[in-house]
């Protein structure tokens, strides 16, 4: 065969080999690739087991490396940071665990990694490093822990309103707040108070935000004082749905007796609204006992209330005023119902209505003696 037929032959099975020689290589790339995963998942897994086990040096080892693989993997920079932290190497820790925070990635790892942060801030004595690594952290995934670690550590930071928070040491606040976090209670407004009716009892009230039709709802925890930690002791099965646009007005903290040895408290909510010409307000109150670990509500009613309304057209064109308010007081009597003591809503003016227990709180018997005018004040809706 003559040459000039033989390099057009051999061209031909050059160009028809090159597909092939092509996916042998990136199968080659690929089985190689495989390899290195597989490599970095055992090292992953290794690392994982170490940990659980509390052996930190040989997770630390073994992060090692899965990074010589994947040297900017944000999940094994940020359990590697997390490890150093147990072995309180702080200064590799907090490197490793900022190559954590500018690798990015998962917003809920780079969280914890924020998190990890500001624990390692805090061994270090960097309270506002840490303050500021837990808000960070809390701005991409909100977790009670990281709510409660702030709150420990700078309890306005938090979100809370402490100066509300009435009758506490420094060191209570602190620790109230905490755990109110802890509990995912809501930020704000918060209340609290000192129960004189119960030694070293203290009771915090919160509201939910509102709902798409302004419908707040009632938050009540009570904190017992009388040892060297504040504990929770017991809390509301709430929340407690409120009406339209009520607000937290504070407790009402009178000898509301339910037995000889048990008293009602109560939260005090109040309610604007405006008209096209006029306002109104209502003051209502919802009373709760303490049953155990459980707070019960046991009755709400309306106490007091005041509008200033547009009247009737004069020839004039003047317009009168409609005024009208009323007030009432919740009594104690003496003579029981199933144990507990009757009670009795008594409006200025003399209208009086019985309160008696009804199995889990107080029924009144007839009409209420304050709700006697058509004001749309006294509608919750």
Known sequence: MSPQRILPRLLILSLLSLPALARAASDAGAGAAGVELKRYDAAMAEATRAARKGDHAGAVAAYDRALALKPNDQAALTDQGWSAFQLHALDRAEAVTRRAIAAGGDPR???????????????????????????????????RVVSARLASLDPAASGFTTDKMEDLEETQRAQVIKLLEAGGFPHGPVIGKLWPRREKTYLVAGLEPSSSEGHPALRVVAFDLSGP????????????????????????????????????FGVHCSRNRGYAAGFATLDSIVFFRLNGKAIQEILRTSMSYDADLAGEWNEDGTRDRAESLGKAVILVRKHKTGGYFDWAKKAEGGRTATLVWDEN?????????????????????
């Open 109 to 143: 790892r780079t969280a914890a990694a924020h998190y990890n942060l500001g624990r390692i801030l805090e061994e270090r004595g960097n309270k506002p490093g840490a303050v500021a690594a837990y808000q960070d952290s809390l701005k991409l995934r909100p977790n």
């Open 229 to 264: 930690s504040v504990r929770r002791l017991a809390s509301g099965a709430g929340p407690f749905p409120l009406g339209r646009d009520d607000e937290l007005a504070g407790f009402d903290l009178a000898a509301y007796r339910l037995t000889t040895k048990e008293y009602a």
């Open 361 to 381: 709180g107080y029924v009144m018997k007839g009409k209420d003696p304050l709700e006697t005018e058509e004001l749309e004040i006294f509608d919750d809706e």
